[in-house]
């Protein structure tokens, strides 16, 4: 039997991060989400008030993305402000998040 809830969280939600390159090339580059599904209400209301205010609310945290210096990219709120401005990552947060809201199977190679 189904199970109503108004707000839900899944973890460690597969994401591709596609960045363009040279020729018309794309690098596809696999991260981890932690994401919260909220409510359509809810997210039509983070909308309006931001793509910032989105992200902070369905993004719960992130794990596969280093940093210049090669390490893993703490997940603070500097970092976030910068990922937020990098529409590989923001792209690939929404479709994330829609796939992950639909019930859609992460893909996997």
Do not use: C
Request: proline letters at 6%; a negative charge; glycine letters at 8%.
């Amino acid at each position: 039997m189904f199970t109503f809830t108004p707000k839900r969280q899944v973890k460690a939600w597969p994401a591709t991060i596609k960045l363009a390159r040279d020729n018309g090339e794309v690098a596809e580059f696999t991260i981890s989400l932690d994401l919260t599904l909220l409510p359509a209400d809810d997210y039509l209301a983070r909308v309006s008030e931001g793509s910032g205010a989105l992200f902070d609310a369905i993004l719960d945290g992130f794990t596969g993305i280093a940093g210049a210096n090669g390490e893993a990219l703490a997940d603070t709120p500097q970092n976030r402000a910068a990922l937020y401005q990098h529409p590989p990552f923001t792209e690939a947060v929404i479709t994330a998040y829609r796939q992950a809201n639909a019930g859609e199977a992460a893909r996997k190679n």
